[in-house]
Every structure is written in C-alpha cells, then in structure tokens.
C-alpha cells in the first residue's frame, strides 16, 4: 500500500534558491574576458506572472567548438571556460548569464529549468541565429521556432533576452528526455 506521505522524489522545492547556487554561478565566462556576452530574461508562468525561485542550468560548448569545458564547474577559480552555469532567478523572475557565444557549428545554450510544481525539469535550447540545417529546428513550425531566439538588446552591447514561457501563448519549445525532436 503506497505511503499517504510525499517522499522526497515527489516533492519539488522550492528548494533551487538556498540549496543549489553556487558563487559565481551566473558566469560561465571569465571575468572581464573580452569576448563575454550576457543572456538575461525571465521565467514566466502560464499567466505570464514572473517565477521567482526557478533555477537554470546552461551548458554549452567552448567558442573553439570542444564540448569538454574546465573542470571543476563548482569550484572555479573565475579564470576559466566551463561550458556550465547555474543561474537562480530573482524574485522578479529574472535571470542573467554571462557567457561565451557559442561556435557556428553549435549556435546555442543547452538550458535545463527547474521550477516548483513540476515533478520533472524541462530541457530547451537557446540559439543566437537559426540555422537552416538543425533538425530540431527543422522539425518545428516557424512561429515555434521564434520561441527559441535569443533577442540582441536594443542598444546593448554584447546582451541577448530570452524569456522562458512554461506554458500558454508564446510557449517556449520543450524538449522531451526520451524524444528530443518535437
């Protein structure tokens, strides 16, 4: 007979904002290297209210296209590339990254969302151009594909928006664990 208790695997935070930052876990990118970009947005609900204690993970390839990053994501001395960041959003529901822009071959940020209520965390991309021959991309319909693009700020230099939607118009495009093709 199942437990009338939650065990711990069914039960979801909101755990992410004490239990899982790390010092500088916004910036995959060295400090002050040249090349940094900033990706910032917010999390969004069904009714477009801000989420205020999701967590975000990006992982990305190095600007020279290696997928294998610095080790020691957690415990960096700032000097260094990882291709890994981890990324609390405020109570507004926003979060910033800064990054390196990732290579032609691979023009996107992996993103995995952790939120409160889901019993699974959601996988996404974030592409900074579209490119014709991506087969995810390929497989969506083009108002779904501009869910995935990151927008450069008007007027900022080197800052990209990208909203996460989790649900309703303007959905961002999820990806499934087991299908990663929509």
Do not use: K, N
Request: hydrophobic share 35%.
């Amino acid at each position: 007979m199942p437990s009338p208790h939650a065990t711990p695997s069914q039960t979801i935070g909101p755990y992410y904002g004490t239990a899982l930052p790390f010092p500088g876990g916004p910036d995959a990118a060295p400090a002050g290297h040249p090349d940094a970009i900033t990706v910032h947005g917010r999390v969004l609900d069904g009714e477009g209210v801000p989420v205020a204690d999701a967590l975000l993970e990006f992982w990305q390839a190095a600007p020279d296209g290696s997928l294998t990053g610095s080790p020691g994501s957690l415990r960096r001395d700032g000097a260094r590339f990882t291709g890994f960041a981890r990324v609390p959003t405020g109570g507004d529901g926003h979060y910033a990254l800064r990054t390196l822009p990732p290579p032609e071959g691979a023009p996107y940020l992996a993103l995995c969302v952790f939120v409160r209520g889901l019993s699974r965390h959601l996988f996404t991309r974030v592409y900074f151009r579209l490119p014709d021959d991506d087969p995810l991309l390929a497989a969506l319909p083009p108002e779904r594909r501009a869910t995935l693009l990151a927008l450069p700020d008007q007027g900022g230099h080197r800052s990209y928006r990208f909203d996460v939607r989790l649900r309703g118009e303007g959905e961002t495009v999820f990806l499934s664990p087991t299908r990663p093709f929509p």
